[in-house]
């Protein structure tokens, strides 16, 4: 009887040893989130610095979950240029590399002035989340929810949305030296509109840059007080 118990315990031992065992491999094995520079090898064409800051903010947003899509739109890029990409963080992809536009009153090629303000036709910056689709007079369109206080949380009263637009197409650069401009919405070229609003509608994170000093020290995801995690990801990568 006492051997029989003894090899039980033994049994059960060595099952939730196995069991530690497995728990450990599967923590050191989890899904990391990739680098900027890892994302930079996917999309040269785009800033390091947009990228690194982008990553601190969804994994503040997303306690580092890396199951959802990352858009980044860099505004500091002239809108002849395409500046919008968007990354499959879990597969390590690059699903799209678009044109996007801007608000009219942020400035013509490369906008310099961003607001969160009803009726100031312009962009906002910061992360936003992708919401609900609606078709409206741009047709299928994606509401995108501002995350950031005093920087993008109005963009649903505004009506700050990704649609497509026809003014949004390369196509128009060389008559205007730019691509055209919005109210203040990301619209994209109409032939990958709707591709590009049926991938991000599954939920996701857009992430508008601009190098703004008030927006850059004071954003909830990128500073220390805001997310503890910004300021050691910020130095990590």
């Known amino acids: 009887m006492i051997d029989r118990l003894g090899g039980a315990l033994r049994l059960c031992a060595a099952s939730f040893g196995l069991f ?6 599967q923590s050191a094995h989890a899904q990391r989130l990739p680098s900027a520079q890892e994302l930079q090898r996917l ?13 601190t903010a969804y994994q503040c947003a997303s306690q580092g979950d890396t199951g959802q899509l990352l858009t980044v739109i860099d505004y500091s890029k002239p809108s002849r240029d395409k ?3 968007v990354f499959d963080l879990k597969a390590k992809r690059l699903l799209f590399e678009e044109w996007v536009t801007h608000g009219k009153n942020s400035g013509a090629d490369v906008p310099t002035s961003f607001s969160n303000v009803p009726e100031s036709y312009q962009s906002s910056l910061g992360l ?3 919401g609900q689709t609606y078709h409206g007079r741009h047709g ?6 501002g995350l950031e206080p005093g920087f993008n949380d109005n963009s649903m009263s505004r009506a700050i949305v990704m649609h ?18 919005s109210q203040g919405c990301p ?7 709707g591709k590009l609003i049926s991938t991000l509608q599954r939920g996701s994170y857009v992430f508008a840059y601009y190098p703004q000093k008030e927006w850059l020290k004071n954003s909830r ?9 910004a300021e050691q990801t910020i130095a990590s990568k």
């Open 20 to 25: 530690l065992a497995t728990c450990a491999w």
């Open 43 to 55: 999309a040269p064409n785009a800033n390091l610095s947009a990228l690194r800051l982008a990553l």
């Open 83 to 85: 500046r919008l990409w």
């Open 128 to 130: 936003f989340s992708t």
């Open 140 to 145: 299928r369109s994606l509401r995108l929810e």
């Open 164 to 181: 497509a637009a026809a003014y949004a197409d390369p196509k128009v650069v060389p008559g205007l030296g730019r691509l055209g401009r």
């Open 187 to 193: 619209a994209v070229r109409p032939a990958i509109a």
């Open 221 to 229: 995801f990128l500073s220390a007080q805001g997310c503890p995690l």
